[in-house]
């Protein structure tokens, strides 16, 4: 009987470990790299579809992935579902929009990973990448520069950046912003991005 009653309690243990070590499950990151084409991404539909297939390449299936990105029709706060999310270490980012865009969030160089859990170079590393395109406002609002509702890849256009390790130049709000910084300049090309500290990496969501 006390056997029985032992190996009960060590089936119950080992569930609870492995529930726990499931749970919670990625449902954000950063892309490891640019598509390609700077901020040609194909639109909303095509950095959705590359948010996708990178969740896929890191073994996580069965969620509708978004980018964090705004176009002139639609702000990128709507299109991420509604919280919270986690990195691929578990850690969570935020619990809600609300707590996304603002002091509350969790997204600092050492949580903003990406779909493989490795930390983006940021201010002070070689080379540099902290540039995460967003078009976006610090409130998660479309912002006007988006490279074309990023559709532009070439010398034309511009972007707004935020910055995946907080940190800039000084210590200014849009500076330690993750999502509204500064202006790409020179095009959106991916050279141009690297012009200020960027790859032409940006930010992907699990909606649900």
């Given at each position: 009987m006390k056997l029985k009653f032992a190996f009960v309690v060590a089936t119950l243990a080992f569930s609870v470990v492995e529930l726990h070590a499931q749970d919670p499950v990625m449902s954000f990151f950063v892309t490891s790299v640019n598509p390609g084409k700077g901020g040609d991404l194909g639109g909303l539909a095509g950095a959705d579809a590359y948010c996708t297939t990178l969740a896929a390449s890191s073994g996580s299936t069965g969620k509708t992935w978004k980018a964090y990105l705004s176009t002139d029709t639609e702000h990128a706060k709507d299109r991420i579902g509604a919280g919270p999310w986690h990195n691929a270490k578990g850690e969570k980012i935020a619990d809600d929009v609300a707590s996304?865009?603002?002091?509350?969030?969790n997204l600092t160089k050492q949580t903003a990973l990406t779909e493989n859990g490795e930390v983006v170079n940021g201010r002070g590393d070689k080379p540099n990448r902290h540039d995460i395109l967003t078009g976006s406002n610090a409130d998660g609002t479309a912002a006007p520069e988006t490279c074309g509702n990023w559709t532009m890849g070439g010398s034309e256009g511009a972007a707004m950046v935020g910055h995946s390790d907080r940190t800039g130049l000084d210590d200014s709000a849009e500076a330690k912003s993750w999502n509204t910084s500064h202006l790409t300049r020179g095009g959106c090309t991916r050279e141009a991005f690297?012009?200020?500290?960027?790859?032409?990496?940006?930010?992907c969501f699990a909606a649900d």
């Open positions: 996304l865009h603002s002091d509350k969030n690297k012009g200020t500290g960027g790859d032409g990496l940006f930010y």
